[in-house]
């Protein structure tokens, strides 16, 4: 378990590193010219654009891939530091499991509004969602130490969950292309 927990936070941190990256470029962009169109902006349901201007895209005064900065930069790291075989204390395992609850919790908030408020999905924030969740689950597994030897399929389930959902949300658009 503690290699896959070590590989999911380098590479999933990572991932989640890049799209925040990339989303803040979009954002910057956006800020300096407001009819910039985002290069994840691909059709009426695809708008990072429509989704960039909302209040929920600056839920604490500043562009949220901000705090995805700084927390993929830490999750990068330390699962860069276990795949080295590094041992960690429990003060930073503790230290984790809060922020990826407040991770998980915040884009799971996001989504809600994405999917019921703004009525758009923005593909790059769709990744940060991707990521965040097997981090949070295999940080917690970590933590509790379950013997539950089918964790993939929690993952599994939550991802059928979230895709439901953007089904049941834009059914009027997929069904539109039919």
């Given at each position: 378990m503690n290699r896959i927990v070590a590989w999911v936070l380098a590479v999933g941190g990572f991932i989640g590193?890049?799209?925040?990256?990339?989303?803040?470029?979009?954002?910057?962009?956006l800020l300096k010219d407001p009819f910039y169109v985002p290069t994840c902006s691909i059709n009426p349901v695809?708008?990072?654009?429509?989704?960039?201007?909302?209040?929920?895209a600056e839920v604490f005064g500043f562009?949220?891939?901000?705090?995805?900065i700084a927390g993929f930069a830490v999750v990068t790291t330390l699962g860069v530091l276990l795949v080295a075989g590094v041992s960690l204390p429990s003060w930073v395992w503790i230290g984790l499991q809060v922020g990826v609850m407040f991770?998980?919790?915040f884009v799971h908030w996001l989504m809600f509004q994405s999917l019921y408020e703004i009525g758009a999905l923005c593909p790059y924030c769709m990744v940060v969602w991707a990521v965040t969740i097997p981090i949070f689950w295999y940080t917690t597994l970590r933590n509790i130490r379950p013997?539950?030897?089918?964790?993939?399929?929690?993952?599994?389930?939550?991802?059928?969950?979230?895709?439901?959902?953007?089904l049941q949300a834009f059914w009027f658009y997929w069904s539109s292309l039919f």
């Open positions: 590193l890049a799209a925040s990256f990339v989303l803040t470029i979009e954002k910057i962009a695809l708008s990072c654009g429509s989704i960039m201007k909302t209040a929920q562009p949220n891939p901000l705090i995805g991770g998980v919790l013997t539950f030897q089918f964790h993939s399929v929690v993952l599994i389930l939550w991802y059928l969950v979230i895709a439901a959902g953007v």
